[in-house]
């Protein structure tokens, strides 16, 4: 399956953002998908995750509450609708699929990724 994210932008504190991660090639709607960051000089980090059906999901700390990770499988597209955003979030966005996983949040438990999407809160 392949990738693509986007609807990264540049946002002022307290905004919000959607982004988006369409994929085509295989059954989109058999993979559970992640999405991850890094910000710059940081080491990539988990933001969010969900199944293959929606049906479960699976936040970090620093976005839960704040953040909200849904699919739509008919369009072959998962997004990240993010609210609240703050200067610290900052960083690339990537979006992430596969096959054999419900929900996870290690970066290598994903086989499949997107490239990333930059995402730039001003204060």
């Known amino acids: 399956v392949q990738l693509q994210a986007s609807g990264g932008g540049l946002v002022q504190a307290g905004g919000s953002l959607r982004l988006s991660c369409a994929a085509s090639?295989?059954?989109?709607?058999?993979?559970?998908v992640g999405w991850f960051r890094q910000a710059p000089g940081k080491e990539r980090e988990f933001v969010a995750a969900?199944?293959?059906?929606?049906?479960?999901?699976y936040y970090s700390d620093s976005v839960k509450g704040r953040c909200t990770v849904s699919r739509d499988n008919a369009k072959n597209t998962a997004y990240l609708q993010m609210n609240s955003l703050k200067p610290e979030d900052t960083a690339v966005y990537y979006c992430a699929a596969d096959f054999a996983l419900v929900v996870g949040s290690r970066g290598d438990e994903y086989v499949y990724w997107g490239q990333g999407t930059l995402v730039t809160v001003s204060s």
């Open positions: 969900i199944s293959w059906s929606g049906g479960n999901s």
């Open positions: 090639g295989r059954t989109f709607s058999s993979y559970a």
